[in-house]
């Protein structure tokens, strides 16, 4: 059939499941139909909007049956913003999809695997709102002064001033800093001109020190008025100590630029995670949902089988969170990353919990982990918790050449994961693979997967 001949149709369609992205799917004869917002065992009827070779994309125009699992979507900028795909699901629902997400990633990718490898239940939240710890929104002109998210799909900014997953205190303070921006009548960011000063405001709170960081990313280091916006910000609210100042000047789906400026106050503001302490720069990488990373942990922990006597590799450590999470039940933890204020903290971090058996380098994993092994360093299992992009080809050569027995695979992609599975069976058996729920409302997946060396 010409898929071009559906562009407009109304089709009645039958929902099967739920896509990697939270879209409805389901098939118009062989042609697969995607449909956001639709649930699993939903009869509706949809209009197609785009063709494409394989599917085609379609819009809800009505309801015939109704999915016992939709709920009413708490917030009022939702399908708008583009932040959440999943608050018209119950939670229970959200969980399930979590675990099938990345069963359809092992089925497309790793086919020969997916049958035998246990997906045990997502790891919920009892609250599975105002859990992130990070704001990060946009500021553009366009037409007047916003601050808030893109509308999915485009850059039309949707003001937001009340996002029911964020931490309300890093809402209240956006929301004060936004307001002294306006009275200052500070130049923001206009995209079609690529003119403007203030493109994005970051604000890091932490879950139980309630300390607060801003971090004002600009298009040049110069900014007029800025000392007086500095300490208008500082006198707004109680909870911020550090006051930072980035500079990205590319036109880049980046945030953040290379230079980081200290503006006022500390440079790092404390986090706990499991009764240890963590200083957090500007730049530092730190999980969005502070609750659900002492879980995730936890279940590392356990598909590690850590032993006193371990040796454990924390490749991509980032501020080292996992490596010092597993250091007091090991012998030592050998970490690495390619940004160096990223090791810097770790070694802090390391310093100041008094964890005298971690070791931390600069640099790309593959490369170092060769290094240790020749130097004959005992590696007993390693951590990786790698980007969306998943693991890069020379560390999966590293583990083909230095037979590291326990493994353990900590994945914000099904896909990638799904993939470098694939590759990695040749070397390791899937254990399991723990589904824990770090972003409610959304249909972000993040896995803990055991593996350990065949004979």
């Not at 916003?146 to 949707?158: A, C, D, P, R």
């Not at 004002?216 to 930072?244: D, F, H």
């Not at 083909?400 to 390791?428: E, W």
Request: charged content about 25%; overall charge positive; glycine content about 4%.
């Amino acid at each position: 059939m010409n898929n071009q001949s559906l562009l407009n149709q109304t089709l009645r369609l039958k929902v099967k499941r739920l896509g990697i992205n939270g879209e409805g799917i389901a098939y118009y004869k062989k042609t697969l139909v995607f449909i956001p917002y639709a649930l699993p065992k939903e009869t509706v009827l949809a209009r197609v909007t785009k063709v494409k070779q394989n599917y085609v994309e379609a819009t809800l125009v009505k309801f015939e049956t109704i999915s016992k699992e939709r709920v009413k979507p708490r917030c009022p900028h939702y399908a708008k913003c583009g932040g959440c795909q999943l608050q018209h699901l119950s939670y229970e629902g959200q969980l399930a999809f979590k675990a099938d997400v990345i069963l359809q990633a092992l089925e497309r990718y790793y086919p020969k695997g997916a049958k035998n490898i246990s997906i045990r239940p997502t790891i919920g939240m009892d609250e599975p709102y105002f859990y992130r710890n990070k704001l990060q929104f946009q500021l553009r002109y366009q037409k007047e002064r916003k601050m808030g998210l893109f509308q999915e799909g485009s850059h039309t900014l949707v003001p937001i001033d009340d996002c029911c997953v964020q931490d309300p205190l890093t809402q209240e303070i956006a929301n004060s800093v936004f307001q002294i921006l306006n009275r200052f009548e500070a130049s923001f960011y206009d995209e079609k001109t690529h003119r403007g000063l203030f493109k994005t405001l970051m604000v890091r709170v932490s879950k139980y020190t309630r300390e607060a960081q801003v971090v004002l990313i600009t298009t040049k280091k110069n900014v007029p008025q800025l000392e007086r916006i500095v300490q208008a910000i500082a006198k707004s609210n109680e909870a911020i100590i550090s006051i930072m100042q980035n500079v990205q000047p590319d036109k880049t789906s980046l945030i953040m630029g290379e230079e980081t400026i200290h503006l006022w106050g500390k440079e790092t503001i404390r986090e706990y995670l499991e009764e240890q302490h963590f200083d957090l720069s500007a730049r530092s990488f730190f999980q969005l949902n502070t609750v659900q990373t002492e879980r995730l942990y936890e279940e590392v922990r356990k598909a590690l089988q850590v032993q006193p006597n371990d040796t454990i590799i924390d490749a991509y450590c980032g501020v080292g969170t996992i490596g010092l999470s597993v250091a007091p039940y090991v012998k030592a933890v050998y970490g690495m990353d390619i940004i160096p204020s990223a090791i810097e903290n770790a070694k802090k971090n390391a310093q100041q919990l008094e964890n005298n058996n971690t070791h931390y380098e600069a640099g790309k994993a593959e490369v170092i982990i060769q290094q240790w092994v020749k130097e004959g360093l005992p590696v007993d299992g390693m951590i990786v918790d790698p980007p969306r992009t998943g693991l890069d080809d020379t560390l999966l050569d590293t583990l083909q050449a230095y037979p590291i027995p326990k493994l353990v695979y900590v994945s914000c992609n099904p896909s990638t994961l799904a993939k470098d599975l694939n590759r990695l069976s040749s070397l390791y058996e899937v254990q399991y693979i723990q589904s824990v729920d770090m972003f409610p409302q959304t249909a972000r997946a993040e896995a803990v997967v055991s593996l350990t060396r065949k004979n």
